[in-house]
């Protein structure tokens, strides 16, 4: 309901519905000006306008999967006649309820995703696709033309400013790419026309502008033609890496890019290696970090060494900056491989620890995942792993005590340390989502439980630590 990028990335779910249930049609409720022009792209379902929903509610479904934290999406979830659902419910009393154990997790993610580390895309489908049709699916790669075609388009926009550069950044850029011997075409929707406008005011040179001459479909069609679309996180950067059209992914604002980068193999993208780019809400700064060392010559640059074909990156070295390329891991989850000499940083090992954590208890992968990824955590950070130890008795404490008042502490989630939010985050939703009952505290003092084994595991401890 709220974004084109979201339906986008719903379209690998689509593919795999399709083969979980053969024959059985796919109805699609969604806001009409996204999907009316998407349709000779998507897989083939049934879109139904958000003016006909109601209707839905007096037929029989074997599914129905609710991916919009909308009170309207979650009322008609609850309201559809169907066997199984997953995601959030709103009930005719005002009950708010989430089904299936990944969409709960993914509601733990709001205000809470800095050590996030499962892609929208595949959240979607957990529920309800075998993490061996995911890991079944090749996608692909993304297409590389002949020596010799150098265009090379900008989409200028995203839903919010901070997503996105401003016009001296886009007007910078074209004059580096012009220097590399590019032809940057400037892309966009009707929105994209004042940002077009200034940016080649301060380019004062002559472009070629597309913005808002372009439906979506063309858009694609163009993409057939250009060696790299360069964007911001936003639903024409989706469009192009699922139309095969290389990407390279500024990755700026209040974004995650293991949440919403490009989601197919063989995508680029390029973040600001600050402690708070690795996973952001909302921004907390009192100035836009994130942006500060994405310089138009570097983006140039490495546009240039992707359009040559010499996508080996592994001398790069741009400091503040990390460049990441879309891959998958070995169970088919999408993960992001960094490229250059990156040295490992605190939150990658704590975030690749939260989620085989997650991963283990949500039953993807073996327990021995878990315990793998703690090892590596207290032998690459043992102060960072002591500290986290230290903190497991109180935490241990604190949900004990809601086993007999039924509530947890005001400060359990936001008053936690940012190294155990997403444990205390999802703890909290978990008890919400089960009314605070004493079986969900059972189940929030077993999860705990299992977390302490796996942190206290024997030979994980760094030498000298307790």
Not at 136 to 160: H, I, M
Not at 228 to 251: E, F, Q, R, Y
Not at 383 to 391: K, N, T, V
Request: proline share 8%.
């Amino acid at each position: 309901m709220q974004r084109m990028g979201d339906l986008i990335l719903t379209f690998p779910l689509m593919l795999w519905l399709a083969r979980v249930f053969p024959g059985q049609e796919i109805l699609v409720v969604a806001e009409e000006a996204f999907f009316r022009p998407l349709m000779p792209l998507s897989p083939k379902v049934t879109y139904v306008p958000w003016a006909a929903a109601d209707a839905l509610s007096g037929k029989d479904f074997h599914l129905v999967v609710n991916l919009s934290l909308r009170d309207r999406a979650a009322r008609l979830a609850a309201q559809v006649r169907a066997e199984d659902k997953v995601g959030p419910l709103l009930l005719e009393h005002g009950g708010r309820y989430v089904r299936g154990a990944w969409q709960l997790y993914r509601a733990s993610l709001v205000a809470n995703n800095r050590h996030n580390r499962f892609h929208w895309a595949d959240l979607n489908a957990l529920d309800v696709t075998p993490l061996s049709r995911i890991r079944d699916t090749a996608f692909d790669p993304p297409r590389t033309l002949p020596k010799g075609v150098n265009k090379v388009g900008l989409f200028l926009g995203a839903s919010e400013a901070a997503k996105r550069p401003g016009p001296g950044f886009w007007a910078e850029l074209l004059r580096a790419l012009l220097d590399r011997g590019l032809r940057p075409v400037l892309l966009g929707g009707e929105a994209e026309r004042p940002l077009a406008r200034e940016t080649l005011k301060a380019f004062d040179g002559p472009a070629l502008d597309l913005c808002g001459k372009l439906g979506l479909d063309e858009l694609a069609a163009l993409g057939q033609t250009l060696q790299l679309m360069i964007a911001p996180d936003t639903g024409p950067m989706h469009l192009a890496a699922w139309t095969g059209l290389k990407v390279l992914n500024l990755s700026l604002g209040n974004v995650n890019p293991w949440e919403t980068g490009p989601y197919q193999p063989g995508h680029y993208v390029l973040r600001s290696n600050a402690s708070c780019a690795s996973g952001c809400w909302s921004c907390t700064r009192d100035r836009l970090v994130c942006h500060e060392p994405m310089s138009p010559r570097r983006v140039a640059f490495v546009a240039a060494r992707l359009c040559a074909g010499q996508e080996d990156l592994g001398r790069l070295d741009m400091p503040g900056l990390d460049l990441f390329r879309s891959a998958r891991d070995a169970s088919g989850l999408y993960r992001l491989s960094p490229e250059g000499s990156r040295p490992a940083q605190a939150g990658d090992l704590l975030a690749a620890f939260w989620q085989a954590f997650f991963a283990v208890c949500l039953g993807l992968w073996e327990a021995d995942r878990a315990l793998s990824a703690w090892r590596g955590l207290a032998q690459g950070l043992p102060r960072l792993a002591r500290a986290f130890s230290a903190r497991l008795p109180g935490l241990g404490r604190e949900i004990k005590s809601c086993l007999g008042t039924g509530t947890l502490g005001p400060d359990f989630w936001p008053g936690s340390p940012p190294m155990l939010r997403p444990f205390t985050g999802y703890v909290e939703k978990l008890m919400e989502n089960n009314d605070h009952s004493q079986k969900a505290g059972a189940e929030a003092l077993a999860l705990f439980e299992r977390l302490s084994s796996v942190c206290a595991w024997p030979g994980t401890r760094p030498r000298g630590g307790g």
